[in-house]
């Protein structure tokens, strides 16, 4: 049974910063590629960002561009998604999710292209 647990989120203030955690239980991210999307209340869920498992290859949607950061720390099986320099527009509940594979193929911002998802972390920034 594989189970994506998430941790960190909360409130924060524009401007700030927060560090989301994701753990795959009997699934290590050295050898799956990771993802994350988000949803706000009311719209469609988004892709965020991905990793392929080598660390090699990395997608990040437009408003994530050089202020969201993925990165994995393999001894702890455990995957981070750097929010920095957050917006009020960023609040959403973010969820990592785990590929069938190791590649992202071409696909990573397809959400069915995804195995294994967290129950997702919500991230409210304010004004």
């Known amino acids: 049974q594989v189970e994506v647990v998430q941790f960190g989120g909360g409130l924060v203030q524009a401007g700030g910063s927060l560090r989301l955690s994701c753990t795959a239980s009997g699934r290590p991210f050295s050898k799956y590629a990771v993802g994350w999307f988000r949803q706000a209340p009311g719209k469609e869920r988004q892709f965020v960002g991905a990793q392929s498992a080598s660390q090699a290859t990395k997608y990040y949607a437009d408003f994530a561009e050089g202020r969201f950061t993925i990165s994995r720390d393999i001894t702890k099986n455990t995957v981070y998604l750097q929010l920095n320099n957050l917006k009020p527009e960023d609040s959403a509940t973010y969820f990592c999710?785990?590929?069938?594979?190791?590649?992202?193929?071409?696909?990573?911002?397809?959400?069915?292209?995804?195995?294994?998802w967290g129950k997702g972390t919500q991230v409210t920034v304010s004004s």
């Open positions: 999710a785990q590929k069938r594979g190791a590649f992202l193929a071409g696909e990573h911002d397809r959400q069915d292209s995804y195995e294994y």
